[in-house]
């Protein structure tokens, strides 16, 4: 398939590129720094034709000869390659840059290869690169640290577990039963009753999400998803070709905190007729709004009625850190109602490293599931689901632990936030991750790319969003030691203030 960017497509991606190059930057290295900022996070996806140096320059409004330069320097870096006869494509770099213009890809657990040459996911705290006389802070991924004793001693005891199942296959495309009924008790307690034989385990809940997207979405199909959103669902969306059709979140009038638009998401169903809609109901990515009681079953009762089957990412619900969550989702379907399928995983709860994940379905639908599965995926490696098996057990323990680290670190950069950057919003989220902070202005882009080169990586706010939208803010994980985060402020007052942000130029409109 010809994945083709027209100019006007990547001109509204480009908007503010002259902005992100800083004091004393040509224009052409402004463009290049921002197409290789595309690129990194996943706005601009390998493998796409871009458009002539000629469209471009129209449609940017400057001359042929700035988008020509910037072109040749991207070819150099190895970010776009000249096909004969089929134009200008986007690249991986064969070697991988180092140095204050590498970016990384701000999306958890989907590394864009050649954006740069660190690690995504290394020991909470632990520098991933170098810059010129700085180590390198990644904001850019938010995720756990490794609890080392408890993932250790659940590798020993998957390793004297693994003879009893050598005489076997190891093919089974549903998953291990022990692990599949430990998943199953897990759902239960927490309100959404669930047997075995509702749940497969897959590698990594965004595997689960892939299974659920090429079983039931067809090209050209409509995709409910909220907006802002988890980068996963959109970029599924583009490669099942399906057409996303994103409902705003709203800010709640009681509590300042964002929501979701019951009014908005019926008559999104209603319009649009989706196959599928993607929530996500606690702490949700990257607002870490927390869907109330009541919504829930007026979400579900509106999902049955316009046949929109549901998929509910669960993977942040055990991350709360004030106050526990309601049950899940799913839990008001009820027998035979709304199709729900609910999703999870050890990567955001355990370790990113330990790829298990589980879906949970109607019987029905998880044999369509299962089906399409045994076609090229024949099951989750056995190991893993040994080694999943004693965590998932003591996974309330490990949580528990987590909860109060990141319960400190959040209130830690909420007021390293506000002593450094108080024209900053910064809300204060019940759990989860990460901050969604408003900058004030449209600066996202502009912001990640400055905060390049003083060594900060970040994930701009465009990127949790389709049609480039808020630029005005930008998503930050506390997921890093106090000291780690007291650095990356610091570097960040410093880009923030290198943008002249403070210009009575800017605007403060979306």
């Given amino acids: 398939m010809d994945d083709h960017l027209g100019a006007g497509s990547l001109a509204r991606l480009l908007t503010g590129w002259r902005d992100g190059g800083g004091p004393g930057t040509s224009a052409q290295a402004a463009l290049a720094g921002r197409i290789t900022s595309l690129l990194a996070d996943g ?6 034709r871009v458009p002539s140096e000629r469209e471009l320059a129209v449609a940017l409004g400057v001359g042929r000869g700035t988008v020509a330069a910037a072109y ?30 590498a970016s990384p890809a701000p999306l958890d657990g989907a590394l864009h290869v050649g954006a740069t040459g660190f690690t995504p ?25 490794a609890p080392m004793e408890a993932v250790t001693a659940a590798g020993a005891r998957a390793l004297a577990e693994l003879p009893t199942h050598l005489a076997s296959t190891g093919y089974d495309v549903l998953g291990l039963p022990v692990l599949r009924e430990a998943v199953a008790a897990r759902l ?6 669930t047997s075995a034989d509702e749940v497969m385990i897959t590698a990594g809940a965004q595997h689960a999400h892939s299974l659920v997207t090429r079983t039931l979405v067809r090209p050209g199909d409509r995709v409910l998803i909220e907006q802002p959103t988890y980068p996963g669902a959109i970029d599924l969306c583009r490669h099942a070709s399906a057409r996303a059709v994103p409902v705003a979140m ?21 319009a649009s007729s989706p196959t599928l809609g993607y929530l996500v109901a606690d702490h949700q990515n990257p607002t870490g709004a927390v869907m109330a009681a009541e919504t829930r079953a007026a979400v579900v009762a509106a999902a049955g009625r316009h046949g929109v089957t549901l998929v509910v990412d669960d993977c942040l619900r055990d991350m709360w850190l004030d106050t526990p969550v309601p049950p899940p989702l799913g839990a008001w379907a009820g027998a035979g109602g709304t199709a729900v399928i609910t999703t999870g995983g050890l990567s955001k709860t355990v370790w990113g490293g330990l790829r298990i994940g589980w879906l949970r379905a109607p019987r029905t639908l998880l044999r369509r599931i299962a089906a399409a599965r045994s076609s090229d995926d024949i099951s989750t490696p056995v190991l893993e689901q040994l080694v999943a098996v004693d965590l998932v057990e003591r996974l309330d323990e490990l949580v528990e632990q987590s909860r109060r680290v990141l319960a400190h670190r959040r209130d830690h950069l909420r007021a390293a ?16 991750f990460s901050l969604w902070v408003d900058l004030g202005a449209p ?24 049609g480039g939208a808020f630029e005005q803010y930008l998503r930050l994980p506390y997921t890093l030691s106090p000291d780690a985060l007291d650095d ?9 203030d290198s943008l002249g942000a403070g210009a009575s130029t800017l605007t403060t409109v979306v």
Avoid: I
């Fill in 417 to 432: 936030l506000a002593e450094a950057l108080p024209e900053w919003r910064v809300p204060n989220p019940s759990g989860g």
């Fill in 188 to 193: 239960t307690a927490q309100g959404l009753r």
């Fill in 250 to 270: 709203v800010e709640d009038a009681a509590t300042g905190r964002p929501g979701w638009d019951l009014d908005a998401l019926a008559a999104a169903m209603r």
């Fill in 72 to 101: 040749e320097e991207l070819r150099e870096a190895g970010h776009l390659v000249r096909r004969r006869g089929s134009g200008t494509w986007t690249a991986v770099p064969a070697t991988r840059p180092s140095g204050p213009g």
């Fill in 43 to 48: 706005r601009l996806a390998v493998g796409t």
């Fill in 443 to 466: 600066r996202s882009s502009a912001l990640v790319e400055a905060a390049g080169r003083f060594g900060v990586h970040l994930a701009a706010g465009p990127r949790f969003a389709t």
């Fill in 121 to 145: 996911f290394a020991p909470m705290g632990t520098p991933t690169a170098q810059v010129p006389g700085r180590e390198v802070v990644d904001l850019a991924h938010a995720a756990p640290w």
């Fill in 488 to 496: 990356a402020v610091a570097r960040l007052a410093e880009a923030w």
